[in-house]
């Protein structure tokens, strides 16, 4: 079963201010398109199996939602719920800000 993949606004704002944080404040426009692009096919990958990862009970996490989930791309952590056939990609923050 193949799932739809949502973006919420804050997701999108987030991958935004990422590419740019990398493109103005490192002055590296080529990593940004490449981290961007890595982060893209890992929520893009989120179609297939979403459910395989466990529901998060990190209370830094739980505001999203009762079943959260989370997959890491290198620093960058994206949060996600599952309803039905469709992944909500709630949020894309730094790894180090999930509290355990």
Request: net charge negative; glycine share 2%.
């Amino acid at each position: 079963m193949k799932y739809n993949v949502e973006i919420s606004e804050q997701a999108s704002d987030d991958l935004e201010n990422l590419a740019y944080a990398i493109t103005e404040h490192f002055k590296s426009p080529l990593t940004a398109v490449r981290y961007l692009a890595g982060i893209e096919e890992k929520i893009r990958n989120l179609s297939n199996f979403p459910l395989a990862i466990a529901p998060s009970d990190s209370p830094s996490l739980l505001k999203y939602g009762f079943n959260v989930r989370h997959i890491n791309y290198k620093k960058m952590t994206i949060i996600y719920t599952v309803s039905d056939n469709t992944v909500y990609v709630e949020r894309v923050i730094a790894s180090s800000l999930i509290i355990d």
